[in-house]
């Protein structure tokens, strides 16, 4: 009898070992594949969010280059406004001003990094703030910006203003032998209706234009703070 109760003990302990060295193998096999997922998600994480963080830098240098266009067409304005109000100007200048003047802005977003976002899914980045900041940049503001300046009729400004003032300061354009503009001839001969009218169109070009450059600022404060909040995000994660 004791015989018996030590065997079937011996074959409890055999089987009891088995099964605990059948389950530690199973969880461990569970445990790394977790991790290996884990670990591939915090690489695609990473991969994105630098992609992200690449795209932001070269809408931050777009940003720049707007800023020189802004400049320059505010002084255009200024210059269209001294013609109409029979002031002397340089001539050098009128090429480039004029060209400016009623040209629309069209607006290059990088968002490259976004849509391998979306394409994998949003809840790839793990961090609720940060993520919540990435959906507001691309999905309101990005969208806002890119609206207001190619789809609001308000500031379509080649299509609104331009042949009304062409029509108004052309007639008065020199040109070289190679037909090319070289000055104007002044003064322009405008009754006090056809100069207030003139006038009214480069106040609107210019109110409009002011707003598109705020709100072009605007962007480039956003940007630059979660270009800060990716870089610290990744610092942490490294």
């Given at each position: 009898?004791?015989?018996?109760?030590?065997?079937?003990?011996?074959?409890?302990?055999?089987?009891?070992?088995?099964?605990?060295?059948?389950?530690?193998?199973?969880?461990?096999?569970?445990?790394?594949?977790?991790?290996?997922?884990?670990?591939?998600?915090?690489?695609?994480?990473?991969?994105?969010?630098?992609?992200?963080?690449?795209?932001?830098?070269?809408?931050?240098?777009?940003?720049?280059?707007?800023?020189?266009?802004?400049?320059?067409?505010?002084?255009?304005?200024?210059?269209?406004?001294?013609?109409?109000?029979?002031?002397?100007?340089?001539n050098d200048?009128?090429?480039?001003?004029?060209?400016?003047?009623?040209?629309?802005?069209?607006?290059?977003?990088?968002?490259?990094?976004?849509?391998?976002?979306?394409?994998?899914?949003?809840?790839?980045?793990?961090?609720?703030?940060?993520?919540?900041?990435?959906?507001?940049?691309?999905?309101?503001?990005?969208?806002?910006?890119?609206?207001?300046?190619?789809?609001?009729?308000?500031?379509?400004?080649?299509?609104?203003?331009?042949?009304?003032?062409?029509?108004?300061?052309?007639?008065?354009?020199?040109?070289?032998?190679?037909?090319?503009?070289?000055?104007?001839?002044?003064?322009?001969?405008?009754?006090?209706?056809?100069?207030?009218?003139?006038?009214?169109?480069?106040?609107?070009?210019?109110?409009?234009?002011?707003d598109r450059?705020?709100?072009?600022?605007?962007?480039?404060?956003?940007?630059?703070?979660?270009?800060?909040?990716?870089?610290?995000?990744?610092?942490d994660r490294?």
């Open positions: 009898m004791k015989t018996t109760n030590r065997i079937k003990f011996k074959n409890m302990r055999k089987y009891l070992f088995e099964f605990l060295s059948i389950f530690l193998a199973v969880s461990l096999a569970f445990i790394l594949d977790r991790w290996n997922d884990n670990r591939k998600d915090r690489i695609a994480e990473n991969k994105i969010i630098e992609e992200i963080y690449n795209g932001l830098e070269r809408d931050s240098i777009d940003i720049a280059n707007d800023e020189q266009y802004y400049k320059i067409t505010f002084r255009s304005l200024k210059y269209f406004n001294e013609i109409l109000d029979g002031k002397s100007v340089e200048s009128l090429v480039a001003f004029y060209f400016l003047l009623s040209r629309d802005i069209i607006v290059v977003q990088n968002k490259s990094g976004y849509e391998s976002l979306k394409s994998r899914g949003l809840e790839t980045i793990k961090n609720d703030t940060l993520r919540t900041k990435i959906i507001n940049l691309y999905e309101v503001d990005y969208e806002l910006e890119r609206k207001f300046s190619e789809e609001y009729s308000e500031n379509k400004f080649m299509q609104n203003y331009f042949h009304k003032i062409n029509d108004a300061i052309a007639p008065y354009f020199e040109y070289d032998s190679t037909n090319n503009i070289k000055g104007v001839r002044l003064p322009i001969e405008l009754n006090q209706k056809e100069r207030s009218l003139l006038k009214s169109y480069l106040w609107k070009i210019a109110v409009g234009k002011q450059h705020k709100g072009s600022q605007y962007n480039k404060e956003k940007i630059g703070k979660l270009r800060a909040d990716i870089k610290d995000y990744l610092k490294s």
